[in-house]
């Protein structure tokens, strides 16, 4: 019996690794796309408009996976489907109060954070796609906390692979840095509806209000972590596209060609 479930856990961790070591090597591939389609000034604005969009994301994902994963793994079964309506509640409620006035005032954020209202456009398209994943990585969970492995890696992959081939497509019909940020948005609509169709019937969106109370109570002290996580993952790049664009694509590129050699480790943090 010990020796069954050992080799069912060796075959599921395998599946999860695997799938997530193929979900990054097809992103690394795709960033070495990207930095010869696109120009280095491009690319530094790419790291800076998604890193800006990541940031103001975590601002209204309350802590996001610490804090689902935190309550799906403490519930039972026949619980998780009220926890999972009040999550998605509260962070479609915080996504919506946060994307409203943002679009609405891209031109101007985009004059003030990146110097240039005309980056109104990426800045939009980089928010609304990193809303999208951050739902997307919600409904993830339930596929790992469901013990799905399959699902759940491919998942990853059909989202790596959608972000590589729309981009790549776009890139050479020469859209340029906005046609990268519509693959982006493209894909996470794409992984959104497959991972909606993969847990579907752990999917609610009736919301319980203790259940929300708790949620919030619980990840509102995790959100000042998180903004100061990816401050200091994104500071740099914020202040070198203050100074030049070339000097922050470059910094982008080299940053992103270091993450190859984490492939491995990174993959087995399940």
Not at 104 to 120: F, K, T, V
Not at 178 to 184: C, D, E, I, M, R
Request: with cysteine; hydrophobic share 65%.
């Amino acid at each position: 019996m010990a020796s069954r479930r050992g080799g069912a856990f060796g075959r599921e961790f395998a599946v999860y690794a695997g799938g997530l070591a193929l979900a990054h090597g097809i992103s690394a591939v795709s960033a070495l796309i990207f930095v010869n389609l696109l120009t280095p000034a491009d690319y530094g604005t790419l790291a800076a408009v998604t890193s800006l969009a990541a940031w103001a994301v975590a601002l209204a994902s309350w802590g996001a996976g610490e804090t689902f994963g935190r309550f799906l793994g403490l519930a039972a079964a026949d619980k998780r489907r009220p926890l999972v309506g009040a999550w998605l509640a509260l962070l479609l409620g915080s996504l919506a109060l946060l994307l409203a006035p943002a679009l609405s005032a891209a031109g101007w954020l985009a004059g003030i954070l990146l110097a240039s209202g005309a980056l109104a456009l990426p800045l939009s398209l980089a928010l609304v796609a990193q809303a999208l994943g951050c739902l997307n990585e919600q409904l993830a969970l339930l596929l790992r906390f469901a013990f799905r492995p399959f699902a759940f890696a491919g998942a990853q992959v059909f989202a790596a692979a959608g972000i590589a081939g729309v981009a790549l497509a776009l890139l050479l019909l020469d859209f340029g840095l906005v046609g990268v940020l519509w693959a982006y948005l493209a894909s996470g609509l794409g992984t959104l509806a497959l991972l909606l169709a993969l847990a579907r019937k752990t999917v609610s969106f009736r919301a319980d209000p203790a259940t929300l109370g708790a949620l919030a109570r619980y990840g509102l002290p995790l959100v000042p972590a998180a903004l100061l996580w990816l401050g200091l993952g994104a500071a740099d790049r914020l202040l070198l596209l203050n100074v030049s664009a070339n000097e922050a694509g470059l910094y982008a590129t080299a940053a992103k060609l270091a993450l190859v050699a984490g492939l491995v480790s990174t993959a087995f943090e399940l």
